[in-house]
Protein backbone atom coordinates (compact mmCIF):
# COMPACT_ATOMS: atom_id res chain seq x y z
CA UNK A 1 0.00 0.00 0.00
CA UNK A 2 1.22 3.38 -0.87
CA UNK A 3 2.20 5.41 1.99
CA UNK A 4 4.72 8.25 3.24
CA UNK A 5 6.64 8.70 6.41
CA UNK A 6 8.30 11.82 7.74
CA UNK A 7 10.91 11.21 10.28
CA UNK A 8 10.76 14.03 13.24
CA UNK A 9 7.06 16.01 13.72
CA UNK A 10 9.32 18.82 15.11
CA UNK A 11 12.72 19.93 13.96
CA UNK A 12 14.97 22.92 15.03
CA UNK A 13 17.76 24.68 13.32
CA UNK A 14 20.08 28.12 13.74
CA UNK A 15 19.70 30.83 11.32
CA UNK A 16 22.63 29.91 8.93
CA UNK A 17 22.43 26.08 9.23
CA UNK A 18 21.45 23.58 7.08
CA UNK A 19 17.69 22.53 6.53
CA UNK A 20 17.00 18.24 6.02
CA UNK A 21 13.51 17.10 6.58
CA UNK A 22 13.39 13.71 5.80
CA UNK A 23 10.55 12.19 3.76
CA UNK A 24 10.19 8.39 2.72
CA UNK A 25 7.69 6.19 0.72
CA UNK A 26 6.02 3.53 -0.25
CA UNK A 27 4.82 3.18 -3.80
CA UNK A 28 4.49 -0.08 -6.16
CA UNK A 29 4.64 2.31 -9.13
CA UNK A 30 7.13 5.20 -10.19
CA UNK A 31 5.79 8.27 -7.50
CA UNK A 32 5.20 11.40 -8.36
CA UNK A 33 6.45 13.39 -5.19
CA UNK A 34 5.86 16.70 -3.36
CA UNK A 35 6.71 18.57 -0.84
CA UNK A 36 4.28 21.66 0.54
CA UNK A 37 4.58 24.34 3.22
CA UNK A 38 1.72 25.42 5.61
CA UNK A 39 2.42 28.81 7.55
CA UNK A 40 0.23 29.37 10.33
CA UNK A 41 -3.48 29.66 9.41
CA UNK A 42 -2.80 29.13 5.82
CA UNK A 43 -3.15 26.84 3.00
CA UNK A 44 -0.73 24.72 2.06
CA UNK A 45 2.01 25.65 -0.50
CA UNK A 46 3.52 24.30 -3.32
CA UNK A 47 7.37 24.04 -2.46
CA UNK A 48 8.43 21.46 -5.05
CA UNK A 49 7.56 18.17 -6.88
CA UNK A 50 9.51 15.53 -8.68
CA UNK A 51 7.52 13.87 -12.20
CA UNK A 52 10.22 11.73 -13.17
CA UNK A 53 12.33 14.26 -14.98
CA UNK A 54 15.61 15.49 -12.94
CA UNK A 55 16.37 13.82 -9.48
CA UNK A 56 17.34 16.53 -8.55
CA UNK A 57 14.31 19.42 -8.14
CA UNK A 58 14.79 22.67 -7.21
CA UNK A 59 11.77 24.99 -5.66
CA UNK A 60 10.92 27.74 -4.15
CA UNK A 61 12.90 30.05 -1.30
CA UNK A 62 15.78 28.25 -1.97
CA UNK A 63 14.73 24.52 -1.25
CA UNK A 64 15.76 21.70 -2.95
CA UNK A 65 14.91 17.64 -3.07
CA UNK A 66 16.33 14.73 -3.81
CA UNK A 67 14.88 11.76 -5.39
CA UNK A 68 16.73 8.41 -4.26
CA UNK A 69 14.61 5.31 -5.93
CA UNK A 70 17.37 3.13 -4.11
CA UNK A 71 16.71 4.45 -0.75
CA UNK A 72 13.09 5.31 -1.61
CA UNK A 73 13.58 8.91 -0.44
CA UNK A 74 12.86 12.58 -0.81
CA UNK A 75 14.20 14.51 1.04
CA UNK A 76 13.97 18.65 1.64
CA UNK A 77 16.99 20.43 1.60
CA UNK A 78 18.12 24.29 2.19
CA UNK A 79 21.46 25.16 2.67
CA UNK A 80 20.98 28.13 4.71
CA UNK A 81 17.90 28.56 7.12
CA UNK A 82 16.42 31.96 7.49
CA UNK A 83 13.75 32.61 10.17
CA UNK A 84 10.98 33.01 7.46
CA UNK A 85 11.73 29.18 6.93
CA UNK A 86 9.99 28.90 10.38
CA UNK A 87 6.19 26.71 8.99
CA UNK A 88 5.32 23.07 8.87
CA UNK A 89 6.23 21.07 5.68
CA UNK A 90 4.26 18.03 4.04
CA UNK A 91 5.75 15.47 2.05
CA UNK A 92 3.03 13.74 -0.42
CA UNK A 93 2.93 11.38 -2.74
CA UNK A 94 0.70 10.52 -6.23
CA UNK A 95 0.82 6.86 -7.74
CA UNK A 96 1.55 7.32 -11.53
CA UNK A 97 -1.90 6.05 -12.41
CA UNK A 98 -3.44 2.79 -11.45
CA UNK A 99 -6.35 2.58 -13.85
CA UNK A 100 -7.43 5.62 -12.66
CA UNK A 101 -7.46 5.02 -8.67
CA UNK A 102 -7.15 8.32 -6.65
CA UNK A 103 -4.19 7.87 -4.64
CA UNK A 104 -2.28 11.28 -3.33
CA UNK A 105 -1.05 10.45 0.46
CA UNK A 106 -0.04 13.21 2.74
CA UNK A 107 2.90 12.20 5.02
CA UNK A 108 2.23 13.80 8.76
CA UNK A 109 4.13 16.81 8.49
CA UNK A 110 7.42 18.09 10.31
CA UNK A 111 7.35 21.64 12.35
CA UNK A 112 10.88 23.64 11.65
CA UNK A 113 11.53 25.69 13.79
CA UNK A 114 14.52 28.67 13.19
CA UNK A 115 16.76 29.71 16.22
CA UNK A 116 17.93 33.05 16.07
CA UNK B 1 -4.64 34.85 -11.57
CA UNK B 2 -6.87 34.29 -8.72
CA UNK B 3 -6.41 31.63 -6.36
CA UNK B 4 -8.38 29.40 -4.54
CA UNK B 5 -10.66 30.69 -2.66
CA UNK B 6 -12.29 30.00 0.49
CA UNK B 7 -14.98 31.41 2.35
CA UNK B 8 -15.96 32.14 5.29
CA UNK B 9 -12.82 32.03 6.54
CA UNK B 10 -13.73 31.66 10.12
CA UNK B 11 -16.96 29.63 11.41
CA UNK B 12 -18.62 29.28 15.33
CA UNK B 13 -21.12 27.14 15.04
CA UNK B 14 -23.20 24.81 17.97
CA UNK B 15 -23.39 21.28 18.24
CA UNK B 16 -25.93 19.65 16.31
CA UNK B 17 -26.24 22.56 13.96
CA UNK B 18 -25.00 21.93 10.37
CA UNK B 19 -22.32 24.10 8.54
CA UNK B 20 -21.73 24.56 4.96
CA UNK B 21 -18.44 25.91 3.65
CA UNK B 22 -17.45 26.85 0.08
CA UNK B 23 -14.53 26.44 -2.58
CA UNK B 24 -14.12 28.27 -6.02
CA UNK B 25 -11.37 26.74 -7.58
CA UNK B 26 -8.50 27.89 -9.59
CA UNK B 27 -9.59 29.15 -13.21
CA UNK B 28 -9.18 26.21 -15.60
CA UNK B 29 -9.30 23.48 -12.57
CA UNK B 30 -12.10 20.87 -12.76
CA UNK B 31 -11.22 18.93 -9.84
CA UNK B 32 -11.66 19.71 -6.37
CA UNK B 33 -10.59 18.25 -2.67
CA UNK B 34 -11.09 19.39 0.69
CA UNK B 35 -8.91 17.78 3.60
CA UNK B 36 -9.69 18.39 7.54
CA UNK B 37 -6.72 18.96 9.19
CA UNK B 38 -6.57 18.52 13.12
CA UNK B 39 -3.34 18.99 14.97
CA UNK B 40 -3.85 15.34 16.76
CA UNK B 41 -5.02 13.65 13.34
CA UNK B 42 -3.10 15.78 10.49
CA UNK B 43 -4.52 16.07 7.07
CA UNK B 44 -7.37 14.12 6.44
CA UNK B 45 -8.99 13.45 2.94
CA UNK B 46 -12.73 14.02 2.86
CA UNK B 47 -13.62 13.86 -1.21
CA UNK B 48 -12.97 14.82 -4.21
CA UNK B 49 -14.89 16.25 -7.06
CA UNK B 50 -14.00 16.23 -10.82
CA UNK B 51 -16.56 17.46 -13.04
CA UNK B 52 -19.47 17.86 -10.89
CA UNK B 53 -18.94 14.15 -9.75
CA UNK B 54 -17.65 12.80 -6.61
CA UNK B 55 -14.50 10.71 -7.44
CA UNK B 56 -13.05 9.37 -4.52
CA UNK B 57 -14.02 9.77 -1.24
CA UNK B 58 -12.11 9.42 2.55
CA UNK B 59 -13.44 7.31 5.90
CA UNK B 60 -15.51 10.20 7.04
CA UNK B 61 -19.14 9.33 8.15
CA UNK B 62 -22.07 10.29 6.25
CA UNK B 63 -22.69 13.60 7.97
CA UNK B 64 -19.86 15.30 5.67
CA UNK B 65 -20.54 15.60 1.83
CA UNK B 66 -20.15 17.37 -0.83
CA UNK B 67 -21.22 19.05 -4.21
CA UNK B 68 -19.35 20.18 -7.29
CA UNK B 69 -21.10 22.65 -9.75
CA UNK B 70 -20.78 23.07 -13.60
CA UNK B 71 -18.46 26.44 -12.87
CA UNK B 72 -16.20 24.30 -10.83
CA UNK B 73 -17.33 25.59 -7.82
CA UNK B 74 -17.71 23.38 -4.58
CA UNK B 75 -19.30 23.29 -1.50
CA UNK B 76 -18.96 20.90 1.61
CA UNK B 77 -22.05 20.32 3.89
CA UNK B 78 -21.16 18.95 7.74
CA UNK B 79 -24.55 18.45 9.49
CA UNK B 80 -25.33 17.35 13.15
CA UNK B 81 -21.94 18.88 13.96
CA UNK B 82 -19.96 17.51 16.89
CA UNK B 83 -17.70 19.23 18.92
CA UNK B 84 -15.16 17.15 17.21
CA UNK B 85 -15.85 18.25 14.22
CA UNK B 86 -13.30 20.92 14.65
CA UNK B 87 -10.76 21.69 12.36
CA UNK B 88 -9.47 23.75 9.63
CA UNK B 89 -11.17 22.56 5.87
CA UNK B 90 -8.91 22.74 3.32
CA UNK B 91 -9.83 22.74 -0.31
CA UNK B 92 -7.45 22.31 -2.77
CA UNK B 93 -8.02 22.11 -7.04
CA UNK B 94 -5.98 20.65 -9.66
CA UNK B 95 -5.95 20.17 -13.43
CA UNK B 96 -6.35 16.65 -13.10
CA UNK B 97 -7.68 13.84 -11.39
CA UNK B 98 -7.76 9.95 -10.28
CA UNK B 99 -4.07 8.34 -9.89
CA UNK B 100 -0.90 10.18 -11.39
CA UNK B 101 -1.52 13.73 -10.87
CA UNK B 102 1.70 15.53 -11.97
CA UNK B 103 0.80 18.66 -11.38
CA UNK B 104 0.32 18.92 -7.54
CA UNK B 105 -2.33 21.28 -5.60
CA UNK B 106 -3.73 24.66 -5.09
CA UNK B 107 -4.67 24.83 -1.83
CA UNK B 108 -7.37 27.44 -0.33
CA UNK B 109 -6.29 29.24 3.20
CA UNK B 110 -9.06 27.39 4.79
CA UNK B 111 -12.19 27.75 6.66
CA UNK B 112 -11.45 27.52 10.52
CA UNK B 113 -14.53 25.75 11.87
CA UNK B 114 -14.87 26.05 15.43
CA UNK B 115 -18.15 23.90 17.14
CA UNK B 116 -18.98 24.70 20.63
Known amino acids: AQSVTQLGSHVSVSEGALVLLRCNYS??????LFWYVQYPNQGLQLLLKYTSAATLVKGINGFEAEFKKSETSFHLTKPSAHMSDAAEYFCAVSDSGTSGTYKYIFGTGTRLKVLA | KAGVTQTPRYLIKTRGQQVTLSCSPI?????VSWYQQTPGQGLQFLFEYFSETQRNKGNFPGRFSGRQFSNSRSEMNVSTLELGDSALYLC???????????????FGSGTRLTVV
Open chain 2, 27 to 31: SGHRS
Open chain 1, 27 to 32: SSVPPY
Open chain 2, 92 to 106: ASSLVTGGGNPYGYT
